[in-house]
Each structure stands twice: as structure tokens, then as C-alpha cells.
């Protein structure tokens, strides 16, 4: 089973930052990605990253995020700038496809909350 463990979210201004960690049990061979979901709506896969490191991006984040990942450590992130109030979700880490589509694994994290709100 694989485990994973979301954290760095929190309460943030419009237009300030975050940096998400998720700590897994192991993904070095996997292709990774970042989701999130909002009270009411379905989860969207918002930033992947390759086994390779190349990374993928929603239109909504798109030169906002950046993805990144640590094998050594098993570790990936999201570093998140000049956030707006429609990026308030829970944010999970998962597995993906190559090509930027979900495919996650059979369990889920807990998740970390993002707020961004005045």
C-alpha cells in the first residue's frame, strides 16, 4: 500500500504563496501529480511531473505553480505564487500518466487545505 502525506497548506492573501510538500512511500518510477477539490466540485488534476521531470499544467495555474520532485527523499512539491481566492481547495498528490491524465493510486492521502481569502 502506498502512503502518502500532504502538508504546507494553510490561510494566504490574494497574491501570495505556498510551497505544498506530499511525503510518499515510494514514486520514483511513477509519474506524479498535484490535484485539488473544492466543496461542490470535482477533483481536477492541476500539475504533473514525469519520472523524467518533465512537468505538465492546467490553464489555471499555468505560470503560477511549479511542480517539482525529490527521489532521493520521495518527496514532491508544489510551489504556488500570486494565489486567487479560486485556487481555495484541498490539495492531494497522487499518481498520473505521462501525458498529464489522472490515474491514482487505490488510496488517498488526507490532503492539505489552501485558503486564500482577504
Known amino acids: 500500500q502506498v502512503q502518502l502525506v500532504e502538508s504546507g497548506g494553510g490561510l494566504v492573501q490574494p497574491g501570495g504563496s505556498l510551497r505544498l510538500s506530499c511525503a510518499a512511500s515510494?514514486?520514483?518510477?511513477?509519474?506524479m501529480g498535484w490535484y485539488r477539490q473544492a466543496p461542490g466540485k470535482q477533483r481536477e488534476l492541476v500539475a504533473t511531473?514525469?519520472?523524467?521531470?518533465?512537468?505538465n499544467y492546467a490553464d489555471s495555474v499555468k505560470g503560477r505553480f511549479t511542480i517539482s520532485r525529490d527521489n532521493a527523499k520521495n518527496t514532491l512539491y508544489l510551489q504556488m505564487n500570486s494565489l486567487k481566492p479560486e485556487d481555495t481547495a484541498v490539495y492531494y498528490c497522487?499518481?498520473?500518466?505521462?501525458?498529464?491524465?489522472?490515474?491514482?493510486?487505490?488510496?488517498w492521502g488526507q490532503g492539505t487545505q489552501v485558503t486564500v481569502s482577504s
Open positions: 497522487n499518481r498520473c500518466t505521462d501525458w498529464g491524465t489522472p490515474f491514482p493510486f487505490g488510496s
Open positions: 515510494i514514486f520514483r518510477i511513477y509519474a
Open positions: 511531473i514525469t519520472s523524467e521531470s518533465s512537468t
